[in-house]
Each structure stands twice: as structure tokens, then as C-alpha cells.
DNA sequence: GTCTATATGTCGATAGAC
DNA sequence: GTCTATCGACATATAGAC
């Protein structure tokens, strides 16, 4: 019976979340979704090619439906990273951050996906961040937002606390809600 | 001719830290530091045996040579972020957290030995904060600066930023004077 | 060096739908 | 018949461990 190329991806992010590139084995991947390995080289000329597959599977589950600019930026921006970190606190690991980790100038693919992945995350957030404040100050909060996220996912992986997460996201919010009050201070609308 | 421990653990902790535990094999190490694999065994049991001891010396070369408490608390804190932001910058990754993404319940004594690894960081950044503040907040700026750290770090790692690190060490520091003032006007000394 | 397990990747054969 | 998806066996390399 067919299996749809969705099943794959998403199976072999779970592993890729899970072990790693490295740790993670096309045998795993084909046992799981109930194929042999070759006919897993059917679909992917071989695994390193999966790794766009899944960060862009990703992606579109997170930004894939929304419309930009419909709502107040704050409101847009406090659904997203509530959104992402949910996500990391459920899963307890960012797949983006271990291909990160796991990638390297021997994976040149996998590596250039990590970048577009992250760079995606980054221009997401600092397109809406923007709408109050200059794109340079956008962008700072952006990466600072990001970071404090994928920081707490580590406390989530080692010791299971989600606490760290909570306060990312609150913490991270006040600093953009910060940013935009001073913003509209010197230069009201 | 004898190769010292210390090569090993360091030469280990090198590889671990570029391709992680899965992806970081005996026979590299053997190579890299001049031995044949069956000498690692003699010193070694077994590849997981090697996280513990990398980490270890990790531990021992961030904090081993304070003596904590004979200055002020903030300058004790930011000497020791910024010898930590300092490597992460410099080596690009932690290899901390490699190795936690990298371990699982598969590995018990890796994953302990991550644990113990994080656990003692933010148990020294604690005791130096909590001078200056109650114990749970020290704990949770502790909590949140490592975070924002290894955050930081993924912007190395990905795209060779090093901004992200600078605001980090910054801003944690911000925070924990803030934290210390507002705790000296509540009970002044 | 040896042994066993397992990794990625290839290729011809095959079973069923139309 | 043909097309599509899958499989089984295989080649080659490298892993951890002794």
C-alpha cells in the first residue's frame, strides 16, 4: 500500500528531533512508516535530502496559514511564539537546532536548509515586529526572541522543566511591547 | 610514547563538540590523538564513559580556580558569563548541549552526566546572584542567563553572528542588577 | 587485527491497478 | 501490456568493542 510522502517527513523529523542526523538511520526511518529502505531511495535520492523536507514542513506548519498584517502586530506576534513554544515544550527539542548542531560542511544541503529555516523564523518575526518599531531594532528582538526559545528548550530536553519557556515568552513579549512604547514615543503616529 | 589523559578528554571533547555523540566515533579520536582504538579501551570502557570525563574537565576549567565570595557578587557574575559567552563564541557550539541533544535514555551515564553538567552551572551562577537576592530569583535569572547563552549560541553555530552573544551577556547582566536593586530597596543592608 | 552489527546506497525483480 | 510502488539481495564502508 502507498505511503504518502507527508507520512515520511514527519516520521523522519521525529527521528531527526529525537537522535540527531547522525543518530538517525534511513533503516529506523523505513521501519517506522513501514517500507524497506529502498523504496525510501525512490522518493529521496538519499538522507541528507530529507533534512529540507522536513524544516520545510515544518515552516509551513508554523507560518503556513497565516495572513500577515490582518490583526495588531502585537497580537500577531504573542500567537507565534506561543505557537513555537508550545511546540518545543511539547516535542522537548527543536529539530531545527539538532540539524543544526548535527550538520556540517559534509552536509552542505542539510546545512544550507538549517539556515533558510532559522532565517524564515527570524524574518517572520522582525516583519511583524517592524510595524512598531525601526526594522534594525526588529530585527535585534527577533534573534533575542528566538534565542531566549531555543535556550529554554534546552532546560525543557535536560531536566523537563517548562518553566524557563514560560518565562522566554512572557519576558520576550514585554521587551517587544517595550520596544514599540518607546518607538511611538519619538515618533508618534 | 605515553598520551596523557587529558589529551584524550579534550581531543574527545573536540569531536563531540563539532559531530556529537553519535556522529563523533572511536576510531577519529583514536587517530586524532595518536593511538591505535584498542588503547582507548584500556583507558576507557566504552565510547558513553568519555561524556562524563569531557564534561568534567569542562566543568573544572569554567569554575575551577574561583574562590567564590571574595568580591562583589556582580563582578564575580560577570566574570563568569563572559568566560562562558567568551568559549561559546570562540568554539561556536556548546558541547553541553550537543551532548544533550545527542544523549538518551539509551546512554544513562552521558545523560547524567549532561545533567550534572547544567545543574552545577546554574547552581554556581545561583549562589553568586543569590547575595544579592532571594534564592528563587537568583534561580531563575541563573536559569534564564544560561539560556539566553546557549540561545546565543545557535546564532554562532548557524549563521556566525555574534550579536546575539554580546546582547546576551548584556542584558542578563541588566537583569540581575535590576533584580539586586529592586531586593536592596525592599530590605536594605 | 578481528569480529559482529549496522550504516548508506544500488539494482534487478515483482506484484497489483488500469 | 504498462505504470507505479515496493521489495530482497547485495556492495561497501565503518561503527563499537576486544
Redesign the interface.
Known sequence: MKVMRETIVSTARELFR??????ASMNDLADAVGLKKSSLYVRFPNKEALVPAVLDLTLQETFGQKDLGSRQWDAEFVEVIELIATTLTDRG?CVG??L???T?DETPIAKDA??AF??AHRDYLSSILSRAMPVDVAR?IA??T???????T??V???G?K??MK??VR?SIAEAQKAAAANSLSSPS
Open positions: 529525537s537522535r540527531g542526523y547522525a543518530g527539542r537546532l539538532h543544526a548542531y548535527g556540517s538549517v539556515r532559522f532565517q535585534d534573534t533575542d528566538l534565542a531566549r526559545l531555543e535556550g529554554a534546552a532546560f530536553a535536560i531536566f522543566e518553566d524557563a518565562r522566554a519576558l
